[in-house]
């Protein structure tokens, strides 16, 4: 049987050495066996676990639950690969969308050929994804939160594209702002992060359609708290996504003081 050390297994794979002792202390992926040397050697059946651990987590599956999942009852491995295979399919020919879409964006705007407004987004936004955080709303937040969804639909498809464009423009230069006050250590709570906020609630208020007020604003640093708009803001800069949250909520406690 041939076998890895540490150092070969984190080389084979592209991961850290610190990696593998990592899942090796958490029980997620232990060796083989342990040589006379002390050295961890691993074997096929190490090698293809790690492959789904790697696998799971590229589908953004936290390590605790990828060990219930490899270690559940019944668990088979090459249906798990089939399905798998069919999700990142699935997701390749989105992609493949998207790298479309883009191409034809870029030739839009270098004035190449024409492009449909309604194009811009295809393959963008996940429909099923899109489908799925909507109903999430819904179920959180009751009945209401359906018409609101609708008329905020509404106002952003009255947008042209340069109101639209520069809608998001906007949006990126105000989250950029309040992400500099994290960069310079400005606590959230802050006042001085007063007028980026209220940028950012001018925004919000033009995308819905109406009125944000205080107490709404707060609502939605609660909806932020969905996983998608969490690893959005750490897309922007770690701990944002809780430096947000948390200076949203304060600006609107400063309100009805």
């Not at 080389?11 to 958490?26: C, M, N, P, T």
């Not at 106002?155 to 594209?161: E, F, T």
């Not at 423009?169 to 001085?192: D, F």
């Not at 007028?195 to 604003?217: F, K, L, T």
Request: glycine residues 8%.
């Amino acid at each position: 049987m041939k076998t890895y050390t540490v150092n070969q297994l984190a080389q084979l794979a592209g991961i850290s050495v610190r990696a593998l002792h990592h899942y090796d202390e958490i029980g997620l992926l232990k060796p083989a066996f342990t040589g006379d040397n002390r050295y961890r050697y691993y074997g096929e059946e190490e090698l293809l676990r790690l492959q789904q651990i790697l696998i799971h987590r590229e589908l953004d599956i936290p390590l605790a639950e990828i060990g219930a999942i490899l270690d559940a009852p019944g668990f088979d491995r090459v249906e798990t690969l089939q399905r798998q295979r069919a999700r990142l399919e699935s997701q390749a020919k989105r992609y493949a969308r998207m790298v479309k879409t883009i191409d034809r964006t870029i030739a839009r705007l270098k004035g190449d050929r024409a492009m449909k407004d309604a194009d811009l987004y295809s393959g963008v936004v996940s429909p099923e994804k899109q489908a799925a955080y909507e109903q999430w709303l819904i179920e959180r937040y009751g009945s209401d939160m359906e018409v609101r969804i609708a008329r905020s639909r509404k106002a952003m498809s009255a947008m042209g594209k340069d109101e639209m464009a520069a809608a998001m423009q906007e949006l990126e230069a105000v989250e950029q702002g309040l992400a500099e006050g994290l960069r310079r250590g400005i606590p959230p709570q802050a006042a001085s992060l007063d007028p980026a906020i209220e940028r950012h609630r001018a925004w919000v208020a033009r995308s819905w359609g109406r009125d944000c007020g205080p107490a709404a604003y707060a609502g939605l640093a609660d909806i932020y708290e969905h996983p998608d708009f969490r690893a959005r803001y750490e897309a922007i800069e770690p701990g944002f996504a809780d430096y947000l949250m948390t200076a949203m909520r304060s600006w609107a406690r400063r309100q009805g003081d």
